[in-house]
Structure formats: structure tokens, C-alpha cells
């Protein structure tokens, strides 16, 4: 079981410690003094010393390497992040998921391990295990293990229903997460279960959110304001202080992955606020996102040409560049326009808008000027 992680990162070589925030960075003649140590050799004095300085409570000092160091090595591909679904279906069924349909399908075991597997030859360092509710998934409990030792660093997106299940607990202790991202729904029984559209929703968060800081799990809350909840949002930001962990607000909704308008009824009219103007990413080409079956693309948002990562293998990542380049150009509605230097949204994000048939003021701003 390692406790630390010695790992390339995009253009640099990282110290990192699964269950903490905190990391180092390495000069590339340390990271390859670690790739060719003999693990069964106490720990280097430089790297000793270095998790000290960095994890006050963490002495290596005499200790083999190999009882709690993995060195990841070298890829050609150059992925530091992904996000995964592991499965859509979801215990919830709020108002405003951009998700649409909640199905509850996804790869078998094996396609599952394998595409852990490619992530891993691929280069990802950072993995965001999302859904529907992920923690619902058969087999949420092994890929999550199985991705741990491959020396991934995990954030879990869930809604926190479950989080006081001992087996879940237990796992994230003897496997700790990076990051566990809860979504909250409200501050009050009413809202939370007229906006998730399950009864007893709210007593399941509050029991997980119980267990979890009992626990002392890495948490940080997205606080989603809607139609339903928006007169709580200064309670639920107090909440969240209260509580002492950190948050963040959402409040701007959008369509689904099909280009469904549905969910956007959800949106709190009073609390849309501007995005900050879109500069680019790097989607494609540092982070990818992969779909309950295998089907990877560019992002969570842009999901065009979708590649399969069990049937093709690493190989077919080669196509995420140009497939980007394809998707990120101005087409349809906002060919030629003349502000696009500026816009707030990506392209991607805002053909789910026009085939949404959204206002404009939800995500243009010619709709803004409009207002």
C-alpha cells in the first residue's frame, strides 16, 4: 500500500499523497533516480526529507521504498486528468441534471478494468469518478480500488446519499481519495426533496454528510441553486461553513447531453449570473472524459465522435487532438460573429444551448445586450 506517489505530470515529475492536497514538485533528475531505485533499499535521505517538509506527520526515514512509495513512469501521451461516468443511473432524480435520462448500464468488469488500465498507460494522474450516483454502480468499490493502485489520485462526485455505509467508509480509509465532491440540494427537508424528487433525500445527505465529517473525508460541496432552492442559498453557504468545509456555488443550469431543454425550467432566473469570457482549454489534449461504456471524448460537455477505448485501445486516443480542434471551431449559429473573441461559453456548451432552443441570455451575449 503506498503512501506516496512519484508521478510524470503533463510537463513536470510530482510528490504527491493520495488522501491530502498538499504535493511537491520534482526536479527531473530526482523522478529519475526513483524510476531505477531498488525498492527494497531504504528511501533516499532527499525524498525522506521532502515528505516531511511537505506531510509533517509522514516520516519515511529508513524505511524500504517499496512499503510506501509507487514510482508511475514515463508516458507518451500526455494526459494528466479524466473523468469517468461509471454509470448514469442515480438514486436522484433532480429537476435540473444535465445528464437527462437516468439509465442504469454500463461496461462489465473486465471492460471496466481494462480502460482503468489504458488511463493509467495514458498518463492520467488526476481521475474524477462521477455518474448518475457513482457509489451506486455494482462495481464502484473495485474500479475505485482498482484505479487507486494503479496510483491514481480520486475525486468522487457523488450527492452523499451513501456516504455513511461502513463499506464505503473503510474503503476510503484504507484507500484514501483525493477529493470527495458532494452536490447539495438544499437546506431544508422541503427543498432538498422537491428538487432531487425523492422523498427522504434530504435525510439521506444529512446522514452521509454526518458520517463523512466523522470520517474526516477530503469534502468540498457544489452548492447548486435553482428554481427550488435559490431563497436557501445563504444557508447552505452557512451550512457549508458551519461545517467548515470548503464550497463552491453553482448556479447558471444547462441542457442536457441530448440537447434536452427540459432541464432548464430548473434555472432561478434571479440567480443567473455571467460566466467568466471562455479562453480556451485543453480539452482533447490534457484531460479526456469517458461515458459508462467505454466511449471517450474530448470533455463531459463535447461528446461528439466518441472514440471506444475497449475496442480500440490507447490507440484511438491518437484522434482526440483533431477531434477537438473540430469541435472547439465557431459553426452554426455562431459563425462570424462578431464578439466571439469574447463569448462565455465554449462551442460545445453552446450548440447544447441552440438545440435547446435556450434564450439566448442563458449563454450569449447578444441575449445579454437583448436584456
Not at 526513483?34 to 532527499?46: F, H, R, S
Not at 473525508?217 to 445563504?234: A, F, K, W
Not at 461545517?243 to 434571479?270: D, H
Request: net charge neutral; glycine share 10%.
Amino acid at each position: 500500500m503506498h503512501s506516496l506517489i512519484a508521478s510524470p505530470f503533463l510537463d513536470q515529475h510530482v510528490l504527491v499523497r493520495p488522501g491530502s492536497r498538499g504535493g511537491a514538485l520534482l526536479p527531473a533528475e530526482r523522478y529519475e533516480e526513483l524510476c531505477v531505485l531498488d525498492l527494497a533499499e531504504p528511501a533516499p535521505a532527499w525524498l525522506a526529507d521532502a515528505a516531511r517538509e511537505q506531510w509533517g506527520d509522514l516520516e519515511v526515514t529508513g524505511r524500504p521504498a517499496g512499503h510506501f512509495l509507487l514510482v508511475r513512469q514515463p508516458s507518451t501521451w500526455g494526459y494528466g486528468k479524466a473523468s469517468w461516468e461509471v454509470n448514469l443511473g442515480c438514486n436522484y432524480k433532480c429537476k435540473h441534471c444535465y445528464l437527462g435520462l437516468k439509465v442504469n448500464s454500463g461496461m462489465p468488469w473486465e471492460d471496466k478494468r481494462q480502460c482503468l488500465d489504458i488511463m493509467a498507460e495514458a498518463g492520467v494522474l488526476f481521475l474524477q469518478v462521477t455518474g448518475g450516483e457513482p457509489t451506486i454502480d455494482r462495481d464502484f468499490m473495485r474500479a475505485y480500488r482498482h484505479a487507486w493502485h494503479l496510483g491514481m489520485m480520486i475525486t468522487v462526485s457523488t450527492n452523499g446519499s451513501l456516504l455513511w455505509r461502513q463499506n464505503l467508509l473503510d474503503l476510503f480509509r484504507e484507500c484514501p481519495p483525493y477529493r470527495v465532491t458532494v452536490s447539495m440540494y438544499g437546506a431544508s427537508k422541503a427543498s432538498y426533496d422537491e428538487l432531487t424528487q425523492r422523498v427522504g433525500a434530504w435525510d439521506q445527505f444529512v446522514q452521509g454528510m454526518s458520517a463523512a465529517r466523522h470520517a474526516r473525508l477530503p469534502l468540498r460541496m457544489s452548492i447548486v441553486v435553482t428554481d427550488d432552492n435559490g431563497h436557501e442559498e445563504q444557508a447552505m453557504v452557512d451550512l457549508c461553513k458551519s461545517w467548515g468545509v470548503e464550497f463552491e456555488v453553482f448556479t447558471n443550469m444547462t441542457p442536457t447531453i441530448y440537447g434536452g431543454g427540459e432541464v432548464l425550467t430548473a434555472q432561478s432566473k434571479e440567480h443567473l449570473r455571467l460566466r467568466k469570457t471562455f479562453t480556451g482549454c485543453n480539452a482533447g489534449y490534457t484531460f479526456f472524459h469517458m461515458d459508462p461504456h467505454g466511449l471517450v471524448s474530448i470533455c463531459k460537455i463535447g461528446r461528439d465522435d466518441q472514440i471506444s477505448l475497449p475496442h480500440e485501445g490507447i490507440q484511438g486516443l491518437a484522434r482526440l487532438g483533431a477531434i477537438a480542434d473540430r469541435l472547439m471551431l465557431r459553426t452554426g449559429g455562431c459563425s462570424g460573429c462578431s464578439v466571439a473573441g469574447a463569448c462565455r461559453v465554449c462551442r460545445p456548451l453552446a450548440k447544447h444551448y441552440q438545440e435547446a432552443k435556450a434564450p439566448l441570455a442563458a449563454y450569449c451575449q447578444h441575449g445579454e445586450k437583448a436584456g
